[in-house]
């Protein structure tokens, strides 16, 4: 249960990038600065933790997300995330990159929240993902792209790529990976 609350808190954090095409929508360089701002904080506060002063709250939910492999260690996930998000905000024009920011939010995010909850069938040589969490992220890929693109190629060759990365072992750096493998193929996909 403490595996599956940890994941909650995780992926809810996850999910929450989901909005950030929203917010590009409204005033990009605003977005970028506040994502910035945000990711210095973090690097402010997890070096601080990590020196034994705890910031209220902050810590706490830290450690709260912090999977095993990061106890002891500065917590890289919320990095890879923002930088991720950031790169593909001023890399690519606003459809690819939300359509790989979303991958980042719901692909990813539900692929671990659907593989902890009920996967029971795990993939070889995957590092303990499962069947479940990898159909939930093309799923969600699948379902987000077809929304956005009215695209069933777009978002069939997405979701697939999106799956194929998260199966990956690629520990937090995923989070960097997906967002701006995603839009550089939607982009490319859309200029072909």
């Not at 954090?13 to 929203?22: D, K, M, N, S, T």
């Not at 690519?92 to 902890?116: H, N, Q």
């Not at 697939?160 to 939607?186: H, K, M, R, S, W």
């Amino acid at each position: 249960m403490k595996t599956v609350l940890k994941e909650l808190v995780r992926k809810s954090i996850h999910l929450c990038a989901g909005l950030v095409p929203f917010f590009l929508a409204w005033n990009k360089e605003y977005t970028i600065f506040f994502l910035s701002l945000v990711l210095l904080f973090y690097f402010v506060a997890e070096g601080l933790r990590q020196r034994g002063i705890r910031l209220p709250v902050i810590s706490g939910l830290i450690e709260l997300a912090a999977r095993e492999r990061d106890e002891g260690s500065f917590v890289m996930g919320p990095v890879t995330m923002a930088l991720g998000v950031i790169i593909t905000s001023l890399a690519f024009p606003y459809r690819s990159a939300s359509l790989g920011i979303y991958a980042l939010a719901f692909g990813d995010g539900l692929a671990s929240l659907v593989g902890k909850c009920i996967g029971r069938c795990p993939i070889p040589f995957t590092h303990g993902k499962t069947a479940a969490g990898s159909l939930a992220c093309f799923g969600a890929v699948y379902t987000v792209t077809l929304l956005i693109t009215g695209d069933v190629t777009c978002a069939l060759i997405l979701a697939a790529v999106c799956t194929g990365i998260e199966l990956l072992p690629l520990q937090d750096f995923d989070n960097l990976y997906i967002p701006i493998v995603i839009a550089g193929i939607a982009e490319f996909y859309f200029h072909r």
